[in-house]
């Protein structure tokens, strides 16, 4: 998996505790396939947000996801690729802000459903995007379009020993 090496960070707890050092953060991402819950946040045209669970996977330092063209993510993300993406890992809360584009790169879409089905998702691509014989509710019908998330910002909250809030902010 790749590293990333946050370019800033600036220590958000207001209870005495230490910034919290991005590898432990970083070592949760690597550990995992699928994700735990997760939501996406998206814009709408007219500026009001949109929020919406997602099934997700973490492969070689960014998040994939997948959603039906049709869904209220999907278009809002045809006119605004910038987007917030919150999940409940472990023993941290993360939320990572960034932008999701679309895959249809064929090697892309075959690696991404790969680690799909490594997290147990039975998910083949046909065309520029993905089958499955079955999906989250939210995800609309298929073919599911899957999208490469990117974050630049990262905040987490720590759940357990040792407690602490951290936000990151990444280089290109």
């Not at 063209?69 to 409940?88: D, P």
């Not at 472990?90 to 679309?102: F, N, P, S, Y």
């Amino acid at each position: 998996m790749a590293n990333r090496a946050p370019i800033a960070s600036r220590n958000l707890d207001i209870s005495g505790n230490a910034p919290l050092p991005w590898s432990r953060v970083q070592d949760l991402l690597d550990g995992l396939i699928f994700l735990g819950t997760t939501f996406l946040a998206t814009v709408r045209p007219d500026g009001r947000p949109h929020s919406a669970g997602i099934g997700a996977v973490w492969l070689d330092g960014d998040i994939y996801f997948t959603s039906g063209e049709g869904t209220r993510k999907s278009r809002n993300l045809v006119t605004n690729a910038a987007c917030v993406i919150s999940a409940r890992l472990t023993t941290v809360d993360i939320v990572l802000e960034g932008e999701a584009v679309r895959v249809t790169d064929p090697a892309t879409l075959r690696r991404a459903a790969a680690r799909f089905r490594e997290g147990g998702w039975p998910v083949q691509v046909e065309g520029d995007a993905v089958t499955a014989p079955y999906a989250a509710p939210s995800a609309g019908p298929p073919p599911w379009n899957v999208y490469r998330f990117s974050f630049h910002t990262a905040i987490a909250n720590a759940t357990a020993e040792p407690h602490g809030a951290t936000r990151w902010r990444f280089g290109d």
